[in-house]
């Protein structure tokens, strides 16, 4: 099956240059980071988080909240922003969240928010940026 064709699309070594070994692993590899390591997850400034491949913001600070998975977490992603494609990666049955412009990979949505919305995007800190307000 074919990758979809997103409107960003660089060659492996351009990612690899713009975003370093980490980042790289997991938007391009569709890696996680390790539980509690990630530098937004206890972050909770007022700002924006935007793709770390392509700028394209994706969540705002309001929809943040601590979850206790050891990954930043949010309720709410900004319209448009995510794509969401079915993974049944290591035995497991989830719905993979990638940016829609770069289609670099962001994590998991879940269906265990604690808030009206019902659901848990579950992001890796290597994957965003943020921007204080």
């Given at each position: 099956m074919d990758k979809p064709l997103y409107p960003i699309r660089k060659s492996e070594d351009d990612w690899k240059d713009q975003l370093g070994p980490e980042s790289y692993r997991i938007l391009r590899q569709k890696g996680t980071?390790?539980?509690?390591?990630?530098?937004?997850?206890?972050?909770?400034?007022?700002?924006?988080?935007?793709?770390?491949?392509?700028?394209?913001?994706?969540?705002?600070?309001?929809?943040?909240?601590?979850?206790?998975?050891?990954?930043?977490?949010?309720?709410?992603?900004?319209?448009?922003?995510?794509?969401?494609?079915k993974d049944v990666s290591h035995g497991m049955q989830r719905v993979e969240i990638v940016c829609s412009q770069c289609g670099g990979h962001l994590g998991h949505v879940f269906n265990d928010g604690p808030t009206s919305s019902g659901l848990r995007y579950c992001v890796n800190s290597a994957s965003i940026d943020f921007t204080k307000s």
């Open positions: 980071e390790f539980p509690h390591t990630g530098k937004y997850n206890l972050h909770f400034d007022n700002g924006e988080y935007s793709c770390l491949g392509c700028g394209q913001l994706l969540f705002k600070s309001q929809s943040k909240f601590e979850s206790g998975c050891g990954w930043p977490s949010f309720d709410q992603a900004v319209d448009g922003a995510i794509e969401y494609l």
